[in-house]
């Protein structure tokens, strides 16, 4: 399993920035499937966005156009840019990481995750 560590998240009013890191222990990095879940309150954990070995991105509807997902293979770490943040947006962020093929958007399908970051946006 890898390592996954975050760091970046905060409270923030409602249309502010923020972005999250997520670094991991592999010498492999390059090779594993990455995304970011998020968890709210009382509510089951869902995928956010995912960015694949060939750096192909795909998103969740309601952060389409306003969340952006990268990765720096030379750093072992991947990010998620979060623009116009809104109150809904509140949760905890996970990094997760998966060496199986094809898209990453299930919790069952994830390797390795992270202990999270939380994420607070005010009206």
């Known amino acids: 399993q890898v390592q996954l560590v975050e760091s970046g998240g905060g409270l923030v009013q409602a249309g502010a920035s923020l972005r999250l890191s997520c670094a991991a222990s592999?010498?492999?990095?390059?090779?594993?499937?990455m995304a970011w879940f998020r968890q709210a309150p009382g509510k089951e954990r869902e995928f956010v966005a995912g960015?694949?070995?060939?750096?192909?991105?795909y998103y969740a509807d309601s952060v389409k156009g306003r969340f952006t997902i990268s990765r720096d293979n030379a750093k072992n770490t991947v990010y998620i840019q979060m623009n116009n943040l809104k109150p809904e947006d509140t949760a905890v962020y996970h990094c997760?990481?998966?060496?199986?093929?094809?898209?990453?958007?299930?919790?069952?399908?994830?390797?390795?995750w992270g202990q999270g970051s939380q994420v607070t946006v005010s009206s």
């Open positions: 592999t010498r492999t990095f390059s090779t594993y499937n």
């Open positions: 997760a990481a998966s060496n199986k093929l094809g898209t990453l958007v299930s919790p069952n399908d994830v390797d390795s």
């Open positions: 960015i694949r070995c060939s750096r192909g991105t």
